[in-house]
């Protein structure tokens, strides 16, 4: 009998082969020509955005002394992404196949995991030097130090990051911890950072991290020591990966194999479903608060699915929003491109806001019991998200104050705030009721379906982020001696149209997704 590691091994070499024979070369030419041409357009863009040599030797001082440790509260959200994965069975996204016939063989299973780990810490790694790499070349634009330096340091920082998240979450999955654990060791993680941002320490884990990202400007042996953590957690994952329980392996294939379809046909309502379902994320089966019965069915109805968010939704929401708050606040100082991040993380909070009015998308056969058109009931549907998102824009707007007082904070949110949260739940209405992408046309014109493509994703958060103009207005107002509040007001009417058009065009749509 032969040896069974080698079969496997010869396995895995034959289907390995087959993959290549049955891969065309221009079409994976012409993906990675894209991503690459998207990761250049966004360098290239946020570079011009931020001219070199703009900020002062005191602004980069200060930079040197209290970047890390903002930076560190970044990466340390990124690292409890990792950790809540390791609590529901992650990093590992196998095939069925893998966990059918490989992992219930009669063989060890560290071997075929342990290789599993190396290709999702390798792809980890490759994204995260992408993403490093540009926003090394934005930082380059206002930082002494070199765009060579900033791209080195950007790419060598999301590395490590990536290999800490996903290095943790396979420890924590192969020790079979659950969520309680994740959810503790996510919570001292980025609790370290705050109090390192709020303290003026160096203690977290990620800040350390976080030096590394600004060694261009100051290099702080601390460093190291991030590296170090990183090839810790790369290490204590691939010497635990071998308990990861399989009934989560499969459970994990089945859904990460229908999520990848979800965001090729750009579905986005599957794909919120499905992820939700990773992370499972059910609703409370008591709410948070009992309604009582009264007019307005749509009203009540939507009422009724907020009150019954998961806690972890609606903490994710407010994050969102103390996020965005944030990023304004620093395009405010004169990052411009931060606009962009904030109109990111505004979309994404409505996306959970108008879960209610997802749900009943996804059953349009009940929407029949109602005279009403299917678009008119969608509008119904606008109120109370909207609602919703008005506070978690008072988030955003407190944490804008926190970071930089100033008395035009609360004016100019009386002009902005509306506007960008009815922005942000018409676009994410548009989102979910366009439904999934049609493959006839993708077939008939390639070339035109790509931009369509292009398209459908990107104008929902450009819509929210035409919203946030008004803004920027006001800021090149306060420049010029003009009245910021006034401008913005006016740029807010102009800004408001294509929300408007946006709105008549969901009041025609069908109930049906398809």
């Keep these: 009998m032969g040896d069974p590691e080698a079969a496997l091994a010869e396995l895995g070499a034959a289907r390995g082969r087959r993959r290549l024979l049955t891969l065309d070369p221009f079409d994976a030419f012409y993906r990675a020509y894209l991503a ?21 030797a005191a602004t980069a001082r200060q930079v040197a002394e209290e970047g890390p440790a903002l930076a560190g509260v970044v990466l340390a959200l990124a690292v409890a992404v990792g950790l809540r994965s390791g609590g529901r069975g992650g990093p590992l996204a196998l095939q069925p196949a893998e966990v059918n016939h490989v992992l219930l063989a009669p063989l060890p299973r560290s071997r075929p995991l342990r290789a599993a780990l190396i290709r999702q810490l390798r792809f980890g790694a490759f994204v995260g030097a992408g993403a490093g ?8 634009g206002r930082l002494p130090g070199g765009a060579p330096a900033f791209m080195a340091a950007g790419m060598a920082t999301a590395v490590l990051t990536a290999v800490t998240a996903l290095g943790a979450a396979a420890v924590l ?4 911890r ?41 290099l702080d042996p601390l460093a190291l020591a991030g590296g170090a953590m990183a090839v810790a957690c790369a290490a204590g994952g691939l ?8 009934e989560a392996a499969l459970r994990r294939a089945g859904l990460v194999g229908e999520l990848r379809f979800a965001v090729t046909l750009q579905d986005l309502r599957t794909v919120l479903l499905l992820r939700r379902q990773l992370a499972q994320e059910q609703p409370r089966t008591r709410p948070w608060v009992r309604l009582r019965p009264g007019p307005g069915v749509v009203v009540r109805r939507d009422l009724r699915g907020l009150a019954r968010f998961p806690a972890v939704r609606i903490v994710r929401m407010l994050a969102l ?3 965005a708050g944030a990023a304004l606040r620093g395009m405010w100082s004169g990052t411009t491109p931060l606009l962009i991040l904030a109109a990111l993380c505004l979309f994404l909070a409505a996306l959970d806001a108008i879960d209610p009015l997802g749900q009943d998308v996804d059953r349009p056969d009940r929407w029949g019991t109602f005279p ?80 369509g493509l292009v398209g459908r994703a990107a104008w929902p958060p450009a819509l929210v982020a035409l919203a946030l103009a008004p803004l920027l207005a006001a800021r090149s107002a306060v420049a010029d001696g003009l009245p910021p509040v006034a401008t913005a007001a006016n740029v807010a009417f102009l800004a408001g149209l294509p929300v408007a058009g946006a709105v008549w065009w969901i009041s025609f749509r069908k109930a049906s997704r398809s």
């Design 36 to 56: 690459g041409i998207s990761v250049v357009v966004v360098a290239v863009v946020g570079a011009g955005f931020l001219p070199e040599g703009q900020v002062t």
């Design 239 to 246: 010497a635990a990966v071998a308990g990861t329980s399989l």
């Design 178 to 218: 659950g969520m309680l654990a994740a959810d503790a060791v996510a919570v001292v993680v980025v609790g370290l950072s705050v109090v390192d941002v709020l303290a003026g320490t160096r203690l977290a884990p990620a800040t350390w991290l976080g030096t590394l990202a600004l060694a261009p400007v100051e």
């Design 372 to 451: 009403v058109p299917d678009g008119k009931l969608l509008l119904r549907h606008l109120i109370v998200p909207t609602a919703a998102m008005v506070l978690v824009g008072l988030v955003g707007l407190g944490t804008a104050a926190a970071l930089g007082p100033s008395a035009l904070v609360a004016e100019l949110a009386g002009v902005i705030l509306p506007l960008a949260a009815f922005a942000a739940v018409v676009a994410a209405t548009g989102s979910v009721v366009m439904g999934p992408a049609d493959n006839s046309k993708v077939i008939a014109s390639p070339e035109a379906a790509g931009i």
């Design 321 to 323: 929003g103390a996020a």
């Design 133 to 140: 790499a540009a926003a090394g070349l934005v930082a380059a």
């Design 173 to 176: 999955s192969g020790r079979r």
